[in-house]
């Protein structure tokens, strides 16, 4: 029998994932009540075609409670929502691709945050995030801006379960930020480039 060494836990390294992603790549401003928290990322066959930015939400007075842990501080409130970069085209709806962006990260953020009473994978389970995926692809979107290092940007916005998703084409992206409707009055929803 041989005994080895468990391996410690290290955080991915985000810069140099990004940097393989390639600019251009958006976050939030910086800004008191907000800290990055990290990034997921959406892989098929090898190249990367979405990078997603969380952060850590501060409460009034600007602390973000964040506690010890085994993969090192954790805050107590996550920002309720989040923002995609994606290549055009990548969620491979066959749509426009701004709106088809918006409605994936919109039905993932909403069938995410919103409680299902029901048994994981049951009839009913799948029932409720089907009308869910239904609701937002029904969903009529109006004509909105996004901030973006100063400079406004066309895009499109739709609200469901209090959930608002705004998406737009920027400079070879598309950019869709989707945050709770509360969160929102809590920062400053301007974008900045982050690569």
Not at 69 to 82: D, K, Y
Not at 96 to 106: G, K, S
Not at 136 to 141: D, F, H
Request: aromatic fraction near 10%.
């Amino acid at each position: 029998m041989h005994l080895v060494e468990r391996a410690v836990w290290e955080p991915p390294d985000d810069e140099a994932r990004l940097v393989e992603f390639g600019p251009p790549i958006f976050g939030f401003v910086p800004q008191p009540r907000l800290q990055e928290r990290g990034w997921s990322w959406c892989t098929s066959h090898g190249v990367t075609l979405e990078a997603e930015a969380h952060y850590w939400l501060a409460d009034r007075t600007g602390n973000f409670w964040f506690e010890d842990s085994p993969a090192g501080p954790v805050g107590i409130a996550e920002l309720r929502g989040f923002i995609f970069t994606d290549r055009p085209g990548s969620t491979n709806r066959g749509g426009e691709p701004v709106r088809d962006a918006l409605n994936q990260h919109l039905q993932y953020v909403v069938m995410n945050y919103t409680k299902n009473p029901h048994e994981f994978g049951s009839k009913e389970w799948a029932d409720l995030h089907t009308r869910q995926q239904h609701q937002v692809e029904q969903s009529v979107a109006q004509r909105a801006e996004l901030t973006v290092d100063r400079q406004l940007y066309p895009a499109i916005s739709v609200t469901v379960a209090q959930f608002c998703a705004t998406a737009a084409a920027i400079s070879g992206r598309v950019v869709t930020v989707v945050i709770h409707e509360a969160d929102i009055e809590k920062i400053e929803t301007v974008l900045t480039r982050r690569l």
